[in-house]
């Protein structure tokens, strides 16, 4: 009787410490899970930005996810004066026409420097569309895929601007409103830096940081003639 006992006894200890044991494990496999699930995901590995920005993500139908190492950065301007001529700088009506036409660069930058980050730079941006370089022929209609796309707001010269207005239309913008800003410069200088530093395949020249108007000169005419180069890429 009393080894019966004895044997139940150890039964009962087994039991409780398989119990025990399981139930610890149990504990660490949940603990684990959830670390695997909080680990960032790839895309969103990279450094982030380190000058100020105003985080203001596109819509989600413009994420597109990006396979290549980025080289470019691509500027381009950018405003509602088809709609608004006289004020043609409201940050909610130029995100607006963005979405509208489906474009979506990484930044923008207004007239007084204020940097908005629309996309993350692990996302390939709707921003330079159709054209060719020269020096990168794979390049072909694929530039979003090897670019960061920098939108300025500002408004070219009349020239720059008849494929969207008439002469009539472009004469109601004020003055003041044409061309870029010195705090503009001056945050886009600090920007570049930011890129450059995380991105180390763009390089600080006319080769890696081009305008719009030099991938698809057919189409487009921006950053314009009224863009300095010299002072961006002097960084000054």
């Not at 570049?192 to 020249?205: A, F, G, P, S, V």
Request: proline share 6%; with cysteine; net charge negative.
């Amino acid at each position: 009787m009393g080894e019966k006992m004895y044997r139940r006894g150890l039964l009962d200890v087994l039991s409780i410490l398989l119990l025990l044991s399981g139930g610890c494990s149990a504990g660490i496999e949940e603990k684990a899970v959830v670390k695997v699930e909080a680990r960032p995901k790839p895309e969103d590995s990279q450094p982030e930005v380190q000058v100020p920005v105003i985080r203001d993500f596109m819509p989600k139908l413009n994420f597109v996810p990006r396979s290549d190492v980025k080289t470019h950065i691509v500027l381009h301007f950018s405003s509602n004066a088809v709609m608004n001529p006289e004020n043609p700088y409201v940050y909610d009506e130029v995100r607006k026409t963005y979405i509208e036409y489906e474009v979506s660069p990484h930044y923008m930058i207004d007239r007084n420097g204020e940097i908005y980050y629309l996309l993350p730079e692990s996302r390939a941006a709707r921003h330079a569309g159709k054209g060719d370089l020269l020096e990168f022929p794979d390049y072909r209609d694929r530039l979003n895929k090897y670019s960061i796309g920098i939108e300025l707001m500002a408004i070219g010269t009349e020239a720059e601007m008849a494929a969207m207005m008439s002469s009539e239309h472009y004469k109601k913008i004020p003055m003041e409103h044409i061309g870029y800003t010195d705090a503009q410069y001056a945050a886009l200088i600090l920007l570049l830096d930011d890129i450059i530093t995380r991105n180390k395949k763009i390089k600080r020249d006319r080769e890696h940081i081009i305008g719009h108007d030099e991938y698809a000169p057919e189409r487009k005419t921006d950053p314009g003639s009224l863009f300095d180069w010299a002072k961006v890429l002097e960084g000054k």
